[in-house]
């Protein structure tokens, strides 16, 4: 199954039960994430981020999402060393790393580098694919309503897929059992762009926050171009 990037699909249900996943949707592998997050991040672009929600598959293409470069990074979590908040971080690559901010939203990350050397990526907007109706209602949103609004942005993304760090915090993404993961499904962006991270104080001109061309998908920034991939 090949999700094309602006696909309307509203949901894939499984006959056979949901721990069954559609023929070529392949999680992607822990050592994928066993790099530097600067390298991962861009390579996230177009996969698919996919969450198991009672008996249907709600899935997001990933279109925009910054790298933390963990006790080298001044805006990074981790940055201050290893405590039990940022503990997933140090732990084993490809694990969600879950924070809460402005005591509303939730923000999901993937834990990066080998084990016990911290990095992350956070993903900032989705392109919806699967499952737009029930991300409507999880955002208190009406059925039908304008798609962008669903998941552009980390807070509202994990508003649409119910994420949550009591329910996801270190959920192993590359297992294809989990009830969140990150999978491949053959899908290449036809270009990158990059520019500096949105809304923190520290490190604020690195050029770590990547998104796919032209997408409507991702917030507004001013973008440099990467090789097209």
């Given at each position: 199954?090949?999700f094309?990037?602006?696909?309307?699909i509203?949901?894939?249900?499984f006959?056979e039960?949901p721990?069954?996943?559609?023929?070529?949707?392949?999680p992607?592998?822990q050592d994928?994430y066993a790099?530097?997050?600067?390298?991962v991040?861009?390579?996230?672009?177009?996969k698919l981020l996919v969450?198991?929600?009672a008996?249907?598959?709600?899935?997001?293409?990933?279109v925009?999402d910054e790298a933390?470069l963990?006790?080298?990074d001044?805006a990074?979590?981790?940055?201050a060393?290893?405590?039990?908040?940022?503990?997933?971080?140090f732990?084993?690559?490809g694990?969600?790393?879950?924070?809460?901010?402005y005591g509303m939203h939730?923000?999901l990350?993937?834990?990066?580098e080998p084990?016990?050397?911290?990095?992350g990526?956070?993903?900032?907007a989705l392109?919806?694919?699967?499952?737009l109706?029930?991300m409507a209602a999880?955002r208190?949103l009406?059925?039908?309503?304008?798609?962008?609004?669903?998941?552009s942005?980390?807070?509202?993304l994990c508003?649409?897929?119910?994420?949550?760090r009591?329910?996801?915090?270190?959920?192993?993404?590359?297992s294809p059992s989990?009830?969140?993961f990150?999978?491949?499904?053959?899908?290449?962006p036809?270009?990158?762009?990059s520019s500096p991270r949105v809304g923190?104080?520290?490190?604020?001109t690195?050029?770590?926050?990547?998104?796919?061309?032209?997408?409507?998908?991702v917030?507004?920034?001013?973008p440099?171009?990467?090789a097209?991939?």
């Amino acid at each position: 199954m090949n999700f094309p990037l602006s696909a309307n699909i509203s949901s894939i249900r499984f006959p056979e039960g949901p721990q069954h996943l559609p023929t070529g949707l392949e999680p992607l592998s822990q050592d994928f994430y066993a790099r530097p997050p600067e390298a991962v991040a861009p390579s996230l672009l177009g996969k698919l981020l996919v969450r198991r929600f009672a008996d249907q598959l709600l899935i997001g293409r990933i279109v925009e999402d910054e790298a933390y470069l963990g006790q080298n990074d001044p805006a990074a979590h981790a940055f201050a060393g290893r405590t039990a908040r940022n503990d997933v971080l140090f732990g084993p690559p490809g694990r969600a790393y879950i924070y809460f901010i402005y005591g509303m939203h939730y923000c999901l990350n993937v834990s990066c580098e080998p084990d016990g050397q911290a990095g992350g990526v956070l993903f900032r907007a989705l392109e919806p694919v699967a499952g737009l109706e029930q991300m409507a209602a999880l955002r208190n949103l009406p059925a039908g309503a304008e798609p962008r609004l669903l998941t552009s942005g980390p807070g509202r993304l994990c508003q649409a897929l119910a994420i949550t760090r009591e329910g996801h915090n270190g959920t192993d993404l590359t297992s294809p059992s989990s009830k969140l993961f990150i999978a491949q499904d053959g899908f290449l962006p036809e270009a990158i762009q990059s520019s500096p991270r949105v809304g923190i104080r520290k490190a604020t001109t690195l050029p770590l926050r990547f998104h796919l061309k032209e997408n409507r998908f991702v917030s507004a920034s001013r973008p440099r171009d990467l090789a097209s991939s």
